[in-house]
């Protein structure tokens, strides 16, 4: 699947606002793939951190279910506003932005340690994130549960997160291709093929496919 990133905040605008259609590393001044859902906000740093590699799991993958959609928190221009501003949510702008809408922030904005996530997924404390496609699959097919395409897709992403979690964290330009690279190995397929299996199974026939971590 591509991704254009030029829906994405008409996708945060519609997970946010009171209608309309729903919806994650590269840092700033590195362009993001069309395949790829994920941000990095670094700065510019390019120092090499060391080769990384899949691992085997040490947790086991889990499904995190999407906020509702069409919470009227957020609209269009503030959606916008969103993605300008807090690219890294740490950044005063982002701050500004929260003191200013309180509401879209809380609709978007959502960390990895959430039970529930938003459009837009922090991950390590802001270091990258990632656009939740998983969770727009699953409110767009109104199926939430664990054996559906949105929740195993979500599965098998979390599978590859865990395999590369030995380039965490991402501090660098260059630990964020490792990163990218890691998710794209036959390896990490490979530690994930359970996973894998099942989300060719639960998404068979609707086209989906992985679209994050694809630069």
């Known amino acids: 699947m591509r991704t254009n990133h030029a829906v994405i905040p008409f996708l945060v605008a519609a997970a946010c606002s009171s209608s309309g259609l729903p919806v994650g590393p590269s840092p700033p001044g590195l362009s993001v793939g069309v395949d790829s859902g994920v941000t990095s906000t670094l700065d510019g740093a390019a120092t090499d951190a060391g080769v990384c590699s899949p691992q085997s799991l040490d947790r086991k993958p889990r499904w995190v279910p999407p906020r509702p959609w069409h919470q009227d928190a957020c609209t269009p221009a503030q959606a916008t506003a969103f993605l300008e501003?807090?690219?890294?949510?740490?950044d005063p702008a982002c701050k500004k932005f929260e003191a200013e809408n309180p509401a879209c922030f809380a609709c978007a904005h959502s960390t990895d340690q959430d039970s529930e996530r938003g459009p837009i997924i922090y991950f390590e404390n802001g270091s990258y994130t990632e656009t939740n496609f998983y969770g727009c699959i699953a409110l767009a097919q109104n199926d939430l549960s664990i054996s559906a395409c949105g929740a195993n897709s979500a599965i098998y992403d979390d599978c590859a997160h865990i395999a590369?979690?030995?380039?965490?964290?991402?501090?660098?330009?260059?630990?964020?291709?490792?990163?990218?690279?890691?998710?794209?190995?036959?390896?990490?397929?490979?530690?994930?093929?359970?996973?894998l299996a099942k989300f060719k199974q639960r998404c068979s026939g609707i086209g989906a496919r992985r679209v994050l971590h694809r630069p």
């Open 164 to 195: 590369c979690r030995s380039c965490l964290p991402i501090t660098s330009t260059a630990r964020y291709r490792q990163f990218v690279d890691c998710f794209q190995q036959k390896e990490t397929d490979a530690i994930c093929a359970n996973e």
């Open 85 to 90: 501003a807090c690219a890294k949510d740490s």
